[in-house]
């Protein structure tokens, strides 16, 4: 008997009440041409950062303006197989040895990591959390030394809030793509497929996307 696949939405929706990056604007989405008000159609004007909800980061985000943009990022890279791996770190970090202690497949390319962050999106906590869970320096550079071409995380950054330059410089150095603000909440570990389209800004540090995982069919 044949399964279908399924489609899992791993993107955060983009509204006024998600947590934004603290100093970073908040999210606004203003209707500026209204049909009930005599329009010919509705239009609504947004105003955020490039790192808002789901999104990837590019190189120049850590590495300086000589450093490629989000339109430079390898698509086949953000297509394709996934691993879902669930961790509970004992510890305010995602170390090292807690991805060695997770048995990832050696030849794993895109890796998501599926923690106690993914709580606060099923929850829709509206609130910036500084204590989420990401990856040490020392975990960045066993990302890297894996092969691994893409990390994502179930929180807005990559790396912890009291120290975000280690980790990106690390992953962003080796052409890994950051993949944030996944929402895994619903997504059990095991294999995938990934689909992550950002949106093409030519030069930005980052840009939103939509990413979906698909589970693959079965015979």
């Known amino acids: 008997m044949n399964q279908k696949s399924h489609i899992y939405d791993i993107s955060l929706p983009i509204t006024p009440q998600l947590p934004t990056w603290p100093g970073d604007p908040r ?6 041409s209204k049909m009930a008000e005599g329009a010919d159609a509705n239009v609504t004007h947004i105003s955020a950062t490039v790192h808002i909800g789901t999104h990837v980061d590019a190189p120049c985000h850590f590495l300086g303006d000589e450093a490629t943009g989000v339109e430079s990022l390898d698509l086949s890279v953000l297509t394709g197989p996934a691993r879902v791996v669930e961790l509970h770190p004992a510890g305010d970090a995602i170390s090292a040895d807690d991805l060695r202690a997770a048995d990832i497949p050696s030849g794993t390319t895109r890796l998501l990591l599926k923690t106690p962050n993914s709580a606060l999106w099923a929850r829709r906590e ?19 030394d894996q092969g691994i071409r893409l990390v994502g995380v179930d929180y807005l950054s ?9 980790t990106h410089r690390i992953l962003l150095q080796a052409g890994v793509i950051p993949l944030e603000g996944l929402n895994l909440a619903a997504v059990s570990p095991g294999e995938y497929l990934l689909y992550c389209l950002p949106l093409n800004i030519p030069g930005s540090d980052g840009a ?12």
């Open 27 to 32: 999210i606004e989405l203003h209707r500026i």
């Open 208 to 219: 939103p996307a939509r990413a979906i995982l698909i589970t693959p069919s079965e015979a």
């Open 126 to 144: 509206a609130a910036f959390h500084e204590d989420f869970l990401a990856l040490d320096a020392d975990a960045a550079q066993w990302v890297v």
């Open 158 to 166: 990559v790396a912890p809030f009291r120290d975000p330059i280690p």
